[in-house]
């Protein structure tokens, strides 16, 4: 469904698809193993900053032309913020998002020295593309798991490798829900996976601060998220415009585009040290699919002090 999809965009300038369907597309190509049969070339450009030409200036001026969604609106959004996720899920099953077999190449503190069993807690956990893979590798690690969306959790306890020996799966609203209570002791480490991007910005310092009570002192937070002026951000038209860098997807879902120097205010002000935090700029092209895409993410991590 997808590689149609992209054709027919390909042929009129990307002109026909959706920001959504665009995203998961860019995402697909970029993060994960290239697949030699889709031709594709990702060049690492960096950790700076983006550099806007004359024609993706006029793009983010052309979103403003509309002015922003109505407060009305936006209300909305943010109360049937877990009802989207369900219908995205419901809509999409298991087959939106590759698994994520990146994370311990990026993340080195996930796999540790193996001596002793460590727990982690994943926020934002979907159907499971990131804890998986972990279990796969048989890493001497727990992993609590948790989601908005109680039909994301559904699909994670139906996996054949969920076992709770290894796995704990549960509904959460990180914004508020006491994270410690729910999963009964501090953990060592939290992943937030293009998590923080899909909340409302009112909530971020509660959310953090509710990260920060469920860390044991010297855990991590492990952090990869939008960075702004990704080419996805540069996707949205006119209408779908919430907030300075926030917007909203066809099917009602939110993104959020981070600079470096924001998710280090947020994180340090919850009483964070900062171990990294950078940019990440690739190039993605893919002459057969007509996708030539500049990914802009960041990633971090954020220490608990002992």
């Known amino acids: 469904m997808y590689r149609f999809i992209t054709i ?7 002109a026909s698809l959706t920001s959504c369907y665009y995203e998961k597309l860019l995402f697909d190509i970029d993060m994960e193993k ?11 450009l960096g950790n700076h900053f983006r550099t ?4 993706e200036q006029a793009k983010l001026r052309m979103q403003d ?9 936006q209300d909305k959004l943010e109360k049937e913020a877990a009802k989207n996720w369900d219908k995205f899920y419901k809509r999409n099953e298991t087959r939106f998002f590759k698994d994520r077999h990146w994370t311990t190449r990026e993340f080195q503190e996930i796999a540790g020295d193996g001596l002793g069993k460590r727990t982690l807690l994943e926020v934002g956990c979907g159907v499971g593309n990131f804890l998986y ?3 796969e590798d048989q890493l001497n690690l727990f992993v609590y798991a948790c989601d908005f969306s109680a039909r994301a959790v559904e699909f994670v306890k139906e996996h054949p490798l969920y076992c709770e020996d290894k796995v704990k799966a549960f509904v959460s609203d990180i914004t508020k829900d006491d994270l410690l209570s729910q999963v009964g002791e501090a953990v060592d480490i939290v992943s937030m996976i293009f998590v923080l991007s899909a909340i409302h910005p009112s909530k971020f310092n509660d959310t953090i601060q509710n990260i920060y009570r469920c860390l044991v002192p010297g855990g991590i937070v492990l952090v990869r998220d939008y960075g702004i002026y990704d080419m996805a951000m540069l996707r949205f038209g006119p209408g779908s415009k919430l907030a300075d860098r926030l917007y909203v997807r066809q099917d009602g879902t939110r993104s959020y585009y981070f600079t470096e120097g924001e998710l280090r205010e947020l994180f340090e002000s919850a009483g964070f040290e900062v171990a990294s935090n950078s940019y990440v700029t690739r190039q993605t092209v893919n002459k057969k699919e007509g ?6 993410f960041i990633q971090a991590k954020f220490v608990k002090p002992s």
Do not use: K, W
């Not at 032309?65 to 609106?73: A, D, K």
């Open 52 to 55: 806007l030409t004359l024609a």
């Open 133 to 135: 893979p972990l279990i």
């Open 8 to 14: 027919i965009e390909s042929r009129y300038n990307l």
């Open 291 to 296: 996708i030539d895409a500049q990914r802009i």
């Open 34 to 44: 290239p697949d030699t049969s889709m031709e594709e070339e990702a060049t690492v």
């Open 65 to 73: 032309s509309r002015g922003l969604l109505s407060q009305f609106h």
